[in-house]
């Protein structure tokens, strides 16, 4: 799966090796800087897979979680070891966690690899306008990789929780998704203005505010406190579910 | 029937253990009593709340009713403190198919807190060996024929030193070598003291490994108690073939036993007709045979025989018959069996 | 791993827990941030010293977030100041001639930011000043200092450098305006003096205000509301509520920092609307010089960079400038034929209504965009690609104007919540913050 997600940033970087930069303010953010600068490969790869690619392989692995033990049958095994219920959901939601980062850092990575590697790399110019040496700027990158990470926690909080509905855990998987996909719409309707600070996606694609100078933390705060309400409320919908839950697979 | 046993001996004790999944009632106020180091039997035809009740007494489905303290603790508000000491198999063996037998064994032993980390390497090696799975221990798991599965987890159930295995179907899939294989494995760990619960829907199973048995049907325990107990609650009968009917049938009466007749009942020829023949004499033709139902206080067999011979019956055939472990199972179960080895 | 006992009581605790658990941790989650109003009582005042503190405020540096929202009911309009503003950047890289083009640009920019939704960062130093509008994935910015202004667009890479023009003396050109407006107060003073009766003396500030205050009294209800917290400070609130009821506008709220008199929020609220339509104001703000290096700019390679030479010049320009503006308004005041209608003002106070030549005003304002388009065309050689592109932009426009009004008795209108304009069918464009019937009456009777 992180295999998959390392094609984004060199799927990016070989097309617009081969056919030339982008105009700027078309395609998605970032695109147009690539030419000249190849760290933005990594940017950009964000900016695609956030929405829909790295939502999906969060799903995949959170609505496993617990759902894939319990159609494998191994759940019970692990339950009599005993691994104890919040413990192993714990340990789940650590798994996730971490495949959330790998997930981040691989694209944020493989991208300025494969930028380094095909095009010309120099300072980082910034929302601002100003530029940053290429090693503030890399800098500047992990921690969006940070802010990616933080992002998908709520997500994966909603995955582990779908998880201990089922012993399918496609079902699990894809329910994760469309959440994921569900609430990018919702957010996207003005209609619905009142929802959007609620919405564990509202700030999905704010940490572009870490490229701004001086880099804005406000979003990252106020990001990590929704996620972390996200993970609280269906971290104990998952406990609740779980521990009272009747292994029957 | 079983005499009352001091709780602190049993390894398993249930008090109206329950079991509803929303109209359906699994298991119906059980109270098992297992007394440590016994090999227990628990048997019953597929569908009777043998295994709701294994997954009751680990943890694993809660109690609609009833308590139930496994090697003295309360389950499952014990867990904790009891399942280190507990080695199962549960409905068939399950592994990660990607990772191989030895992988698989180290995930679940990490999954134990209790389980030093220390000496697993050691320990799972002992288990696989113990399964005679040592060669295979590298191979991935969905490579595993059914019996190396089973045997897989038997070992995960060994991993550590446990007080009481609970064993749900272990022959399942096993091919006649391997059930040989699993039954010596089972004496051998009962003879070291390990108190063992095995399920088994397959009577000879049962017979062959078990000290106690206890019979499910339809989610209810119908009987528990040794295996000896089991076998002489069935009734003891002497069966007479003679010539002379009616002169047995007075001799047996004047010794106290209960005469069922000389045609019997269905249920009665039925059991004739599976039983093999006495001893029979050439003219066998005018003979009849006498059935009479043996009591606590009726002499001795050869007793009997004495008396008739002396009585001037003409006894040309004698035997003692007591009910099968089959035909108690069908009596108390009202189901047939699945008498597949 | 915790004991599950079963039992309806443990069983509805756990239900419960999360029940009120979920919404209040999100709850905490969303709502913090956003600074609910605690209880503030503030010492009182009345709407004079209110508006005397206001005035006194001396705050010169300051770092904040702004947020403004406005919800006047319409459709987002950024598809018709999209299409000005990307014609406005493809016609600044034409170089010193794009002048008027890269003012309609900041004119669609300004309008943009009048009237949308947006956060934005503002910092103040006294000396430097810096907007920073946050949009998602882009950012536009304006850096204010005394000798430069930059206006940068992420989205197009394009900067705008504004600087005065070569060997200015910034001292003196400060020490001219400062000397001006000296000479201006003078000036005024002396004859406002010499209008006054003999003996009297100006009013002081005070009186000055008391004055306005009374003239605002006649159309306005100028109240001080209840003491709240704007972006973690506890502020005064000055209402204004309309008299009539003949206007739009319900009321209108000001938020005055406790501290330092400073604005710190501002909201006009529709007649009958419980939200406002439209609001602006800090959601966090700190009145401390911010650090120098916000204010710095150095555009990156690669970036689109417009120069300009700022038109101020010295004192005795600005004079001839005056004059000359003087004697175009006198010769206009007498012209048959003015260069671009005037609007003619109906009524006053808040039921003010504006009418507008539509169709004068639109071929004035083609002309001047076909002197734009030749001004760009002679820097770039597509001037006629230009203006079809600004014909295509034209039909857009008026496609937009079609869905965006309904049709009225001789005419369309555009209703939002707080202004409306009407159409006539005769090429009349009537404006005010009234209800659509009094555009109407007004329409019929000035016809």
């Known amino acids: 799966m992180l295999g998959a997600l390392a094609l984004i940033p060199i799927l990016i970087a070989i097309a617009i090796r081969v056919s030339g930069g982008a105009s700027a303010g078309r395609g998605p953010a970032f695109l147009d800087q690539i030419t000249g600068n190849g760290l933005f490969v990594g940017m950009t790869a964000l900016v695609v897979a956030t929405p829909l690619f790295l939502p999906l392989t969060i799903g995949v692995v959170a609505g496993d979680s617990i759902a894939g033990e319990a159609s494998l049958g191994t759940l019970r095994y692990l339950l009599v070891a005993p691994a104890g219920r919040i413990r192993l959901l714990v340990v789940k939601y650590v798994v996730a966690a971490v495949f959330c980062a790998a997930a981040a850092l691989t694209v944020v990575v493989v991208g300025s690899l494969i930028g380094w590697a095909l095009f010309p790399i120099g300072p980082v110019t910034t929302l601002s306008g100003g530029q940053l040496t290429v090693g503030e700027g890399l800098l500047r990158f992990l921690a969006i ?57 509202d700030r999905w694609l704010d940490f572009a505010d870490l490229l701004r100078s001086p880099p804005l933390w406000d979003s990252f705060g106020a990001n990590a406190l929704l996620q972390f309400a996200y993970i609280v409320v269906f971290g104990a919908l998952a406990a609740l579910r779980f521990t009272t839950k009747d292994v029957l697979s | 029937m079983s005499a009352a046993v001091d709780s602190a001996d049993l390894a398993i004790e249930t008090h109206g253990l329950t079991k509803r999944f929303r109209t359906q009632v699994a298991v119906d106020g059980i109270d098992l009593a297992v007394p440590r180091g016994a090999v227990y039997g628990f048997l019953g035809p597929n569908g009777s709340g043998k295994t709701t009740t294994i997954r009751m007494l680990l943890g694993l489905v809660g109690a609609t009713a009833g308590s139930a303290r496994v090697l003295g603790d309360e389950m499952p508000r014990r867990l904790d403190a009891v399942l280190p000491r507990v080695g199962a198999l549960v409905e068939g063996p399950a592994f990660s198919p ?38 295979a221990a590298r191979k991935k798991a969905h490579a595993y024929s059914l019996g190396m599965k089973q045997r897989l987890g038997l070992a995960n159930a060994l991993l550590m030193p446990r007080e009481l295995l609970v064993l749900d179907e272990p022959t399942n899939g096993l091919d006649p070598q391997g059930t040989r294989e699993v039954r010596a494995l089972v004496r051998s760990l009962a003879a070291d003291g390990t108190t063992v619960f095995v399920s088994s829907h397959l009577l000879a199973e049962v017979e062959q490994l078990c000290t106690h048995v206890g019979v499910m049907s339809a989610g209810r325990l119908v009987t528990q108690g040794t295996l000896e107990e089991f076998r002489s609650t069935g009734e003891e009968r002497v069966e007479v073939l003679t010539a ?75 035997a003692v018959r007591r009910t099968s472990l089959e035909q108690r199972f069908v009596e108390l179960t009202g189901e047939g069996f699945d008498v597949v080895a | 791993m915790s004991p599950r006992t079963p039992g309806p009581t443990r069983r509805s605790v756990r239900i419960l827990i999360p029940a009120i658990g979920v919404p209040v941790a999100v709850a905490l989650a969303v709502i913090v ?8 009582d503030l010492p009182d005042k009345t709407v004079e010293q209110l508006l005397q503190f206001a005035r006194s405020s001396d705050v010169s540096a300051l770092s904040g977030t702004i947020e403004q929202r406005s919800e006047l009911g319409l459709p987002d309009l950024s598809g018709l100041t999209g299409a000005g503003g990307a014609m406005g950047g493809s016609s600044s890289g034409g170089g010193t001639g794009g002048t008027d083009a890269a003012a309609s640009a900041g004119l669609d920019e300004l309008l943009a930011l009048a009237t949308g939704s947006y956060d934005a960062r503002v910092y103040l130093d006294g000396e430097h000043a810096r907007l920073q509008v946050l ?45 001006e407006a000296q000479r201006l107060a003078d000036e005024a003073k002396a004859e406002a003096e010499a209008r006054l009766p003999d003996g009297q003396s100006l009013p002081t500030p005070q009186e000055v205000l008391d004055q306005a205050l009374a003239r605002l009294d006649e159309t306005t209800a100028v109240s001080v509301g209840t003491d709240g917290r704007v972006a973690g400070r506890e502020a005064y609130e000055l209402v204004l509520e309309p008299r009539t009821s003949d206007t739009l506008v319900g009321e209108i709220r000001v938020a005055i920092d406790g501290e330092n008199g400073a604005a710190l929020a501002a909201s006009i609220t529709a007649r009958g609307a419980s939200d406002p339509a439209y609001s602006i104001g800090y959601s966090e703000v700190s009145f401390q010089a911010p650090d120098a290096s916000v204010f710095a700019f150095e555009p990156a390679d690669g970036m689109t960079v417009t120069e300009q030479v700022a038109p101020i010049s010295t004192a005795d320009e600005i004079a001839q400038w005056k004059a000359d503006a003087q004697a175009k308004a006198d010769a206009a005041e007498g012209a048959t034929v003015p260069d671009v209608p005037q609007p003619i003002v109906h009524g006053e106070g808040w039921t003010t209504v504006v009418e507008l030549d539509a169709q004068a005003a639109m071929a004035a304002l083609g002309e001047q965009a076909a002197a734009e388009g030749d001004s760009t065309g002679s820097g770039e050689g597509s001037g006629s690609g230009d203006a079809a592109a600004s014909a295509e932009q034209a039909a857009e426009a008026s496609a937009m104007l079609e869905t965006l009004t309904q049709p009225v008795d001789g005419g369309r209108v555009l209703q939002t919540s707080l202004l ?6 005769d090429g009349r464009v009537f404006a005010g913050s009234v ?13």
């Open chain 1, 145 to 201: 990789g940070a802010y990616v990470t933080v992002s998908m926690l709520g997500l994966s909080a909603i995955g582990l929780f779908l998880s201990t509905m089922t012993t399918v855990p496609v079902g699990a998987m894809a329910a994760t998704a469309i959440i994921a996909v569900a609430a990018q719409i919702a957010g996207a309707l003005p209609q619905l203005e009142w929802l959007h600070p609620w919405l564990f996606t």
């Open chain 2, 98 to 135: 990607y990772l191989s037998g030895e992988q698989n064994l180290r995930r679940f032993d990490a999954a134990d807190r209790h389980a030093p980390s220390r000496t697993r390497d050691a320990r799972v090696a002992a288990a696989l060996d113990r399964v005679g799975l040592s060669h």
């Open chain 2, 244 to 318: 002379d009917p009616g002169a047995a049938r007075a001799v047996l009466v004047r010794l106290g036993l209960v005469v069922d007749g000389v045609a019997g009942t269905a249920g009665l020829e039925t059991l004739l007709a599976s039983a093999p023949r006495p001893a029979q004499g050439a003219g066998a033709d005018d003979a009849a045979l006498v059935t009479a139902r043996l009591s606590g206080d009726s002499p001795a067999p050869d007793a009997i025989v004495a008396a008739l011979v002396r009585d001037g019956v003409r006894v040309r055939g004698f």
């Open chain 3, 33 to 40: 941030p956003m600074q609910a109003n605690a209880a503030v």
């Open chain 3, 135 to 179: 949009d998602r994935m882009a950012e536009r910015n304006v850096y204010l200092s005394p000798t430069e202004a930059w206006y940068v667009d992420s989205e197009t890479q394009a900067a705008t450098h504004l600087t005065l023009p070569e060997g200015t003396d910034v001292e003196q050109l400060k020490a001219d305006a400062q000397a």
């Open chain 3, 420 to 425: 409306t304009v009407l159409f006539t069918d």
């Open chain 3, 435 to 447: 209800p659509v019937a009094t555009l109407l009456d007004v329409a019929t009777a000035g016809s």
